[in-house]
Nanobody
């Protein structure tokens, strides 16, 4: 089973940037489509972006043109570059496979706060 450790969150002003990282453990990371999810207070967890094993990417409409997902299979790490951040991007960000495997565990996530 793959496990995840997210990092890189923090407090940023509107219009700012952050780069999130997710280190995965497990020998079969490279065969999974990987994704970033986020959960804001009082809301359901939602899919933000995903990247296939071949590098094809897909984004939620609200982040298109601002966020970029990438992966490094050798390092078993997936990244999320977030630019032009908005207050509505504030959430706890998680990574996992896409779709999430039955019985999969979630990491602690990394908090992103966007505020002036």
């Amino acid at each position: 089973q793959v496990q995840f450790v997210e990092s890189g969150g923090g407090l940023v002003q509107p219009g700012g940037s952050l780069r999130l990282s997710c280190a995965a453990s497990g020998s079969i990371f490279r065969v999974y489509t990987m994704a970033w999810y986020r959960q804001a207070p009082g809301k359901q967890r939602e899919l933000v972006a995903f990247i296939s094993t071949g590098g094809n990417t897909n984004y939620q409409d609200s982040v298109k043109g601002r966020f970029t997902i990438s992966r490094d299979n050798a390092k078993m790490t997936v990244y999320l570059q977030m630019n032009m951040l908005k207050p509505e991007d504030a959430a706890v960000y998680y990574c996992n496979t896409a779709p999430v495997k039955v019985g999969s565990s979630w990491g602690q996530g990394t908090q992103v706060t966007v505020s002036s």
